[in-house]
């Protein structure tokens, strides 16, 4: 049974999950061929091979095709080594000075697509589309359970991003409580609104626009940058230049608009690092009210817009970066975007 405990010491929570140990060892750094471990036949992310997962939560699939059998495009599960789960009774419990939920909440996997060895600089435009619109659904529904305050949507490629199965997928940590990052970051979004009047993201893009050096890509709705303070080298990230506040408010004319600029964005990341590894990490702001955001919940549409965050895991972390929670990054994001803007014109 997993718990979610609240640390005093550094004011943060910790999933204490025994059911994740139960992984396939798939992903450890002393198998440095992941891939070798789950062939298309025995992988129970790929098509034909339904019955090895659990039930299905929803999918988007050809038309006169049944869950759970083949004919999908996209689909999602809970995960097998769910961390939490909503069956579990939600409560919020003391021990003496410590506090904890009992491990309810939601873990689910978004099996991206059919495509086992697919990558996202060859995904088709469809592939993008299909991806981001069942994950709006997944969370727009799962915004409905009030007992659910927050969503963590993320996505691992590749061994040093801490993937375990390499079929192209996506997870999502539905949670009770709000990790105290993402409280502190809302607040800094809303006295940076009550100070200045503006939104403090459509400032970050203003000066980007300005400085003309970090911005790599644009489409209708987006604009990708390597960010000034790049904590990863060729960090990215993509922002929405005006209105949308929530991924769940996305229109299809967004999407469409996103999937456009990460197609293009994966094709020049491929062409200047090669193969590598990535995490993928999609911000969804505090899904309903409880008293860790009241200062500023009602104001969310007005201080924040969408962000999509993409790091490359070029480098392992080290003693300092977990020890000082600060990154050293050997490359600087002006040259990282200089070759990312290069690697067009040598088309
Ligand atoms: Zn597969």
Same mark, same amino acid.
């Given at each position: 049974m997993s718990e979610i405990r609240y640390n005093f010491l550094y004011d943060r929570y910790v999933?204490?999950? +025994?059911?994740?140990?139960?992984?396939?060892? $798939?992903?450890?750094?002393?198998?440095?061929?992941? %891939?070798? !471990? %789950?062939?298309? %036949?025995?992988?129970?992310?790929?098509? @034909?091979?339904?019955?090895?997962?659990? +039930?299905?939560?929803? *999918? $988007?699939?050809?038309?006169?095709?049944?869950?759970? =059998?083949? @004919?999908?495009?996209?689909?999602? $599960? +809970?995960?097998?080594?769910? /961390?939490? *789960?909503?069956?579990? +009774? !939600?409560? /919020? =419990?003391? !021990?003496? $000075?410590?506090?904890?939920? =009992?491990?309810?909440?939601?873990?689910e996997v978004i099996i991206d697509t059919t495509d086992h060895d697919s990558t996202l600089d060859k995904w088709p435009h469809e592939t993008f589309v299909n991806w981001l619109t069942i994950m709006r659904e997944r969370v727009t529904n799962l915004r409905k359970d009030f007992r659910l305050k927050s969503i963590v949507l993320f996505k691992n490629h590749g061994i040093k991003a801490g993937a375990t199965q390499t079929h192209p997928h996506t997870q999502l940590i539905a949670l009770p409580v709000i990790p105290t990052q993402q409280l502190e970051l809302y607040r800094r979004y809303l006295h940076y609104y009550q100070t200045n009047k503006r939104v403090m993201i459509e400032d970050m893009i203003v000066q980007e626009y300005s400085d003309n050096m970090r911005i790599i890509l644009e489409s209708h709705s987006f604009v990708a940058f390597c960010p000034f303070a790049s904590e990863y080298p060729f960090e990215l990230l993509i922002c929405a230049k005006e209105g949308l506040s929530r991924f769940e408010y996305i229109s299809e004319q967004q999407i469409d608009s996103l999937s456009e600029l990460l197609s293009m964005l994966f094709k020049r990341l491929e062409k200047v690092l090669g193969k590598f590894d990535y995490n993928i990490s999609i911000e969804i702001p505090p899904l309903n009210k409880d008293h860790s955001c009241e200062e500023f919940y009602d104001a969310i549409d007005s201080i924040t817009r969408f962000t999509m965050r993409i790091t490359p895991r070029v480098y392992m972390l080290a003693g300092f970066e977990t020890t000082a929670n600060m990154m050293i990054n050997p490359v600087s994001p002006e040259r990282a975007a200089s070759k990312l803007r290069e690697s067009h014109s040598a088309r």
């Open positions: 999933i204490i999950s +025994p059911e994740r140990l139960h992984r396939p060892p $798939i992903g450890r750094l002393d198998t440095p061929d992941i %891939s070798q !471990h %789950s062939p298309r %036949s025995t992988c129970p992310f790929c098509e @034909g091979n339904e019955s090895k997962t659990t +039930p299905e939560i929803t *999918s $988007i699939r050809e038309a006169e095709t049944k869950p759970n =059998q083949k @004919g999908w495009k996209t689909r999602v $599960i +809970p995960n097998l080594y769910r /961390a939490l *789960s909503i069956e579990t +009774p !939600h409560l /919020a =419990q003391t !021990h003496g $000075i410590f506090k904890y939920h =009992q491990g309810f909440g939601a873990h």
